[in-house]
């Protein structure tokens, strides 16, 4: 079966476009149990990721409405270390929840965009074809994507100097 191999690329875009706020592996689960359920109305003329991607981004978006109250649970956020960059495995755990925060505090749009494009670096014209949507405006909501993530990154004291450069994809 071709969904097979579509599980890790769905695991991590549960836990990119979940950020903190939702079970990724929960959100996964559920993708691929409507993937199976629902691949006999699969069309093969359209690209099998952005199939899944659409139905990762629904199930996402159920599971984040359903997870709100986890925004009310004192201490969830996680203050960075003044000290530079994460050097060990605590270190980059806690980097990795703080940006997987940050991921989340965007808006969908910004997040798909960015997940897709920079984080997984798929082409611009790829990402278009997954999301349904003109090249140009992938490269535009990657920028401001890219504007917002730095923004919020800064606001939580996190220096991303070089990490959010603008890629030369073609």
Request: glycine letters at 8%; charged letters at 25%.
């Amino acid at each position: 079966m071709r969904l097979i191999r579509l599980v890790p690329l769905v695991a991590g875009w549960c836990a990119r476009l979940g950020g903190g706020h939702i079970d990724a592996d929960a959100a996964a689960s559920d993708v691929l149990e409507v993937l199976v359920r629902r691949y006999d109305a699969y069309d093969p003329a359209r690209s099998l990721e952005g199939w899944a991607w659409g139905i990762t981004v629904r199930v996402v978006r159920d599971h984040r409405r359903a997870g709100w109250w986890r925004r009310w649970i004192p201490g969830a956020t996680i203050e960075p270390r003044a000290s530079g960059s994460a050097s060990g495995p605590a270190e980059q755990a806690e980097l990795t929840a703080l940006v997987q925060a940050i991921l989340g505090s965007l808006s969908e749009l910004h997040r798909e965009v960015l997940v897709l494009h920079d984080l997984e670096e798929r082409p611009a014209l790829e990402v278009a074809e997954i999301l349904g949507i003109p090249e140009g405006t992938v490269r535009s909501r990657a920028r401001l994507a890219r504007a917002a993530f730095k923004a919020e990154a800064e606001r939580r004291g996190l220096s991303l100097s070089n990490i959010l450069e603008e890629p030369n994809d073609g």
